[in-house]
């Protein structure tokens, strides 16, 4: 049996061109994230978390040193950054059968498909990458039924996920909306008969 993933001359598991697809959806039931994580929202979290160790081993120095409310001190702001850096990993827009979810810094908004009355992209200007700083850009705007007002732009052509990759916003925008316009023609199917 050849093994060819263990040797040098075979092709990539995932190709390059391949990178910036949606992921596959089998379980429709479980919340998943329909685009993958950008390089900058990534490349944060390793920094946040490469800090983090920084600040551990000074609690550890601390601690060694007989200082325990200094290291405790220490401890507890790291364990800050880790929770920081991995919330900053789950932010996103998710999807499942049940409906879509909003996951920001410190809020979390879920909305049953019902309760979802548009999704579709505007151009709008937009925060580059989270700063105040404001750009022209292209946005996911989800409204809701109720009080016809729209969810807090949370994918944007310029945010940690997206920028400089216009392509996989407009994926990540189009599978969104697909989600959308499926649940709702199913439940539309449901109310009818």
Do not use: C
């Amino acid at each position: 049996m050849p093994l060819n993933f263990l040797t040098a001359d075979h092709a990539p598991v995932v190709p390059a061109h391949d990178a910036d697809r949606p992921l596959p959806h089998e379980e429709r039931a479980r919340w998943r994230r329909p685009y993958r994580l950008g390089p900058w929202r990534v490349a944060g979290a390793a920094v946040v978390l490469l800090l983090t160790s920084y600040v551990l081993i000074s609690a550890v120095i601390l601690a060694v040193a007989g200082q325990l409310t200094g290291a405790a001190a220490f401890a507890a702001v790291a364990a800050l950054m880790t929770a920081a850096a991995l919330r900053a990993l789950r932010m996103g827009v998710w999807v499942s059968d049940a409906g879509l979810r909003q996951v920001g810094p410190l809020y979390t908004v879920t909305l049953p498909w019902a309760e979802v009355s548009a999704v579709r992209t505007a151009q709008q200007p937009v925060k580059w990458l989270g700063l105040p700083r404001t750009v022209q850009g292209q946005a996911l705007v989800v409204e809701r039924t109720r009080g016809g007002s729209a969810l807090r732009t949370q994918l944007t052509t310029h945010n940690a996920d997206f920028l400089n990759r216009p392509e996989a916003f407009d994926r990540a925008a189009d599978v969104i909306e697909g989600w959308s316009a499926e649940a709702r023609g199913v439940q539309g199917e449901h109310g009818a008969r």
